[in-house]
């Protein structure tokens, strides 16, 4: 049984920083694309950044492009999001999902995460200003 939890959520200060990560356990952590999608209550999730099995490719919503830096630890099986730069847009649930292939699609930002078949329970980030 596959299980994701993300960890690292809580308050930052706008212009801050803050990391979040997400371990899994029961799947073979190294073949499989993950990402970062947040969702604020009342709207769809949003993608956030998607990182291919290796880590060497990683894309970003242009929302958060420039500020935000996702990279994977394949030994640890931890995938993290390093948030940089924090805006009070990006308050929001994040979520860590994974996709059943090595690779992000091309349209692996639309569709809510139609993409990704496992997800975390989520992490709550909140943004003073």
């Known amino acids: 049984q596959v299980h994701v939890m993300e960890s690292g959520g809580g308050l930052v200060q706008a212009g801050g920083s803050l990391t979040l990560s997400c371990t899994v356990s029961?799947?073979?952590?190294?073949?499989?694309?993950m990402a970062w999608f947040r969702q604020v209550p009342g709207n769809g999730r949003e993608g956030v950044s998607c990182s291919t099995s290796t880590g060497r490719h990683t894309v970003y919503t242009d929302a958060v492009k420039d500020r935000f830096v996702a990279s994977r630890d394949n030994a640890r099986e931890i995938l993290y999001l390093h948030m940089n730069n924090v805006k009070s847009e990006d308050a929001a649930i994040y979520y860590c999902?994974?996709?059943?292939?090595?690779?992000?699609?091309?349209?692996?930002?639309?569709?809510?995460?139609?993409?990704?078949?496992?997800w975390g329970q989520g992490t709550q980030v909140t943004v003073s200003s």
């Open positions: 029961g799947l073979k952590f190294d073949e499989y694309a």
């Open positions: 999902a994974i996709r059943d292939y090595m690779t992000c699609s091309g349209s692996w930002f639309r569709g809510q995460g139609a993409d990704f078949n496992e």
